[in-house]
């Protein structure tokens, strides 16, 4: 059974700062997978998707990464900002179904 | 704007009641989907529909059903045999099947 893990559980860095942010699938079936960001209270925006056949891909400051082999995905984000500060979390498709990590809360500090 | 509405935003359920929760799009998706968010935890599927007039049950379908009669709507209800729904609700719409997801803002049920 695919489980996703995030760590850590919440981050907290000066603006300014390049981050990263971790996820780990246990089965490298996966189709697909994809990062989204979560304000309080809100429903979900989708940040970037990676297909199984891709490395990486980037968005503005965000570049994520995907390494089946190792059950690895990294989202990187360059030059913080307050406005990043949300949960961040990831998503593997697997078998039709998306199956979620916890999520990481990032709190960029002015 | 095109995009997915869920309504109420906030919704509270007495002992033994049952309660529905309304997600409508106009994004022309095929593909709906009804999550679960606890505290803590990823986000567990309840059921989606691939298709008008189809539905699948999810990871966590027990107390729950839902209905597909038009394309734009796919309204969850919570039954009183849900005997922990206090959770915040998230619809979700895609093109097909394994195509990125949309989602609404959410709605916050509590039980009184």
């Known amino acids: 059974k695919q489980e996703v893990t995030q760590i850590p559980a919440a981050l907290s860095v000066p603006e300014g700062e390049n981050l990263v942010l971790n996820c780990s699938f246990t089965d490298s079936a996966i189709y697909n997978l994809q990062w989204f960001r979560q304000d309080p209270g809100k429903g979900l925006t989708s940040l970037l998707l990676i297909q199984s056949s891709q490395r990486e891909q980037t968005s503005g400051r965000l570049n994520a990464s995907l390494d089946k082999s190792s059950g690895r995905s990294t989202l990187y984000i360059a030059a913080s900002q307050p406005g990043d500060s949300a949960t961040y979390l990831c998503?593997?498709?697997?078998?039709?179904?998306?199956?979620w990590g916890a999520g990481t809360k990032l709190i960029i500090k002015p | 704007d095109g995009g997915i509405t869920q309504s109420p935003k906030y919704l509270f359920r007495k002992e033994g009641q049952n309660v529905t929760l309304s997600c409508e799009q106009n994004?022309?998706?095929?593909?709906m989907y009804w999550y679960r968010q606890d505290p803590g935890q990823g986000l567990r599927l309840i059921y989606y529909?691939?298709?008008?007039?189809?539905?699948q049950k999810g990871d966590i379908a027990e107390g729950y059903s839902v209905s597909r009669e038009k394309k734009e709507s796919f309204p969850l209800t919570v039954t009183s045999a849900q005997k922990n729904p206090t959770a915040f609700y998230l619809c979700?719409?895609?093109?097909?099947?394994?195509?990125?997801?949309?989602f609404g803002d959410g709605t916050r049920l509590s039980i009184l």
């Open positions: 998503a593997v498709d697997s078998n039709y179904q998306l199956i």
């Open positions: 529909s691939q298709i008008v007039n189809d539905f």
């Open positions: 994004l022309n998706h095929d593909a």
């Open positions: 979700a719409s895609s093109i097909a099947l394994q195509q990125p997801q949309h």
